[in-house]
């Protein structure tokens, strides 16, 4: 029982790979097609949301019978309920960048570049991307000092944020009312873009729970 046990949490964690792995992909092309305001690669990335949608069912019907059948305890038990909901947070993350898609396909029908480069912005891509991999990695190999890592970089995403946003008010939109429509977009993707590194958090924060049944969520003065 148990080595049946044992191989299906191999499998279920194997699956939340593969989904993980689409998602830093989404993640990555969803930002070189907002630099290239490129529809194609946009369009691209938003049908292979479909994938992902069809991992997340699978991974949760797949985790609620192991619960039904094995009726796991202790370490086994918090494992099953972490790959649920990192399984949940990838889905969200997923549908974020397909938003950030829009705004491509958004900004394609305008027929306009992207507006100065905003310096801020690809940092924030690279941080969402950077935490997503290292949520992950810090799952796959019990690795708390990582999960630890990743959530105490959110600080500097919610900065990255605010520096954008006020780039895009103060230097455009004030000064020129009719650059919104070009900078609006890049809002809302600032928006999402530290949307997926407050969701990479909340996967470092489950990886936490998981290896040592501490919650760290709303208590991350915790960590140091």
Same mark, same amino acid.
Request: with cysteine; aromatic share 4%; charged share 30%.
């Given at each position: 029982?148990?080595?049946?046990?044992?191989?299906?949490?191999?499998?279920?964690?194997?699956?939340?790979?593969?989904?993980?792995?689409?998602?830093?992909?989404?993640?990555?092309?969803?930002?070189?097609?907002?630099?290239?305001?490129?529809?194609?690669?946009?369009?691209?990335?938003?049908?292979?949301?479909?994938?992902?949608?069809?991992?997340?069912?699978?991974?949760?019907?797949?985790?609620?019978?192991?619960?039904?059948?094995?009726?796991?305890?202790?370490?086994?038990?918090?494992?099953?309920?972490?790959?649920?909901?990192?399984?949940?947070?990838?889905?969200?993350?997923?549908?974020?960048?397909?938003?950030?898609?829009?705004?491509?396909?958004?900004? #394609?029908?305008?027929?306009?570049? !992207? $507006?100065?480069?905003?310096? +801020? =912005?690809?940092?924030?891509? %690279?941080? /969402?991307?950077?935490?997503?991999?290292?949520?992950?990695?810090?799952?796959?190999?019990?690795?708390?000092?990582?999960?630890?890592?990743?959530?105490?970089?959110?600080?500097?995403?919610?900065?990255?944020?605010?520096?954008?946003?006020?780039?895009?008010?103060?230097?455009?939109?004030?000064?020129?009312?009719?650059? #919104?429509?070009?900078?609006?977009? !890049? $809002?809302?993707?600032?928006? +999402? =873009?530290?949307?997926?590194? %407050?969701? /990479?958090?909340?996967?470092?924060?489950?990886?936490?729970?998981?290896?040592?049944?501490?919650?760290?969520?709303?208590?991350?003065?915790?960590?140091?």
């Amino acid at each position: 029982m148990d080595r049946h046990l044992d191989d299906e949490l191999q499998k279920l964690k194997q699956s939340l790979l593969k989904m993980a792995l689409l998602t830093e992909k989404a993640i990555h092309e969803s930002f070189e097609a907002l630099k290239g305001i490129d529809r194609t690669l946009a369009e691209a990335v938003i049908v292979r949301d479909e994938q992902i949608d069809d991992l997340e069912i699978y991974n949760e019907e797949h985790a609620i019978e192991l619960l039904a059948l094995f009726q796991p305890m202790a370490k086994d038990l918090r494992f099953i309920v972490t790959a649920m909901h990192i399984n949940a947070e990838l889905e969200l993350i997923a549908d974020l960048t397909v938003n950030i898609c829009q705004r491509v396909l958004e900004l #394609a029908e305008k027929g306009g570049e !992207l $507006l100065a480069p905003i310096n +801020d =912005l690809p940092h924030l891509a %690279d941080n /969402a991307k950077w935490m997503v991999k290292n949520a992950i990695d810090a799952f796959v190999n019990n690795d708390e000092p990582l999960a630890e890592k990743v959530i105490l970089s959110d600080n500097e995403s919610n900065q990255l944020r605010s520096a954008v946003i006020q780039r895009l008010v103060d230097g455009f939109i004030v000064k020129d009312g009719k650059t #919104a429509p070009r900078a609006i977009p !890049l $809002l809302l993707v600032a928006r +999402d =873009l530290e949307r997926i590194c %407050d969701r /990479a958090t909340y996967i470092a924060e489950e990886v936490i729970y998981m290896i040592q049944a501490r919650v760290i969520k709303h208590h991350r003065e915790d960590l140091k």
